[in-house]
């Protein structure tokens, strides 16, 4: 499966963005997908996936309640809204897929096969 992100951009402490990865190549609906990021110097850090056959949806415990994902089986993307955003969200955020992950292993970055090319988000102080 080969993914697309879009949606990245500069934006000030609080406001809202929404990214897109759009997947093309696969079944869709039997790839978990997750999104991840990775700030200057750090280490890449999952921050949501979107489980494959259902709609469970996990998230990285800094993004509770501010950012929100989800997927369409039908458009073959998912989405990840981000609201109340902050100067430490800024990174590049990734899309990532994988048929095979267990749910132990989602939030590990080297689990998942397919990625895409990464979106830049800088959030302003």
């Known amino acids: 499966v080969q993914l697309q992100a879009s949606g990245g951009g500069l934006v000030q402490a609080g406001d809202s963005l929404r990214l897109s990865c759009r997947a093309s190549g696969g079944t869709f609906r039997s790839y978990t997908v997750s999104w991840f990021r990775q700030a200057p110097g750090k280490e890449r850090e999952f921050v949501a996936t979107a489980r494959r056959y259902n709609t469970h949806i996990v998230y990285e415990d800094s993004v509770k309640g501010r950012f929100t994902m989800s997927r369409d089986n039908v458009k073959n993307t998912v989405y990840l809204q981000m609201n109340s955003l902050r100067p430490e969200d800024t990174a590049v955020y990734y899309c990532?897929?994988?048929?095979?992950?267990?749910?132990?292993?989602?939030?590990?970055?080297?689990?998942?096969?397919?990625w895409g090319q990464g979106t830049l988000i800088t959030v302003s102080s």
């Open positions: 990532a897929a994988s048929s095979t992950i267990i749910f132990s292993e989602i939030s590990n970055h080297l689990s998942y096969a397919h």
